[in-house]
């Protein structure tokens, strides 16, 4: 199997049921948080219980924006340059989180269903690609 390294430890998982992100849920107000939160913060909860919980797959995009020139650095990138979306995206569980858009197709509009997926970045690392969380149009 072929290595890969996250480019953050910690924030999604490929789990036993598919790609999860990682984050917390107050078991009080049930209040989702991505990343894990260390307290509640909303102001309406009597009692923040923060529990971890995996969030995803299934969502709907919220809204997005067209990356169409490199960001700047420490961000990195393999040469050519290719333009990608990023969305905001409501998951299924409660959760609106950012993540690119898997694939090539900049004409996506919000209102898509899309499922989290695990993808390769944009460059590699000593020759090990590194791989992000993604939302894939369905
Ligand atoms: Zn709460």
């Given at each position: 199997?072929?290595?890969?390294?996250?480019?953050?430890?910690?924030?999604?998982?490929?789990?036993?049921?598919?790609?999860?992100?990682?984050?917390?849920?107050?078991?009080?107000?049930?209040?989702?948080?991505?990343?894990?939160?260390?307290?509640?913060?909303n102001p309406d909860?009597?009692?923040?219980?923060?529990?971890?919980?995996?969030?995803?797959?299934?969502?709907?995009?919220?809204?997005?924006?067209?990356?169409?020139?490199?960001?700047?650095?420490?961000?990195?990138?393999?040469?050519?340059?290719?333009?990608?979306?990023?969305?905001?995206?409501?998951?299924?569980?409660?959760?609106?989180?950012?993540?690119?858009?898997?694939?090539?197709?900049?004409?996506?509009?919000?209102?898509?269903?899309?499922?989290?997926?695990?993808?390769?970045?944009?460059?590699?690392?000593?020759?090990?690609?590194?791989?992000?969380?993604?939302?894939?149009?369905?």
């Open positions: 199997m072929a290595a890969e390294k996250q480019v953050v430890e910690g924030l999604f998982a490929e789990t036993s049921a598919g790609p999860r992100l990682l984050g917390s849920r107050c078991a009080s107000c049930g209040a989702a948080y991505f990343p894990k939160g260390s307290m509640c913060h909860c009597d009692e923040s219980k923060m529990e971890d919980a995996e969030f995803g797959p299934k969502g709907k995009l919220w809204s997005l924006a067209i990356q169409t020139y490199p960001p700047p650095p420490p961000a990195k990138y393999d040469e050519p340059y290719k333009p990608y979306a990023m969305g905001v995206i409501d998951l299924d569980d409660g959760l609106r989180v950012l993540g690119r858009l898997s694939g090539d197709d900049l004409t996506v509009q919000p209102g898509v269903d899309v499922e989290l997926v695990i993808e390769p970045l944009c460059h590699e690392e000593d020759g090990t690609p590194v791989v992000t969380w993604k939302f894939k149009p369905v």
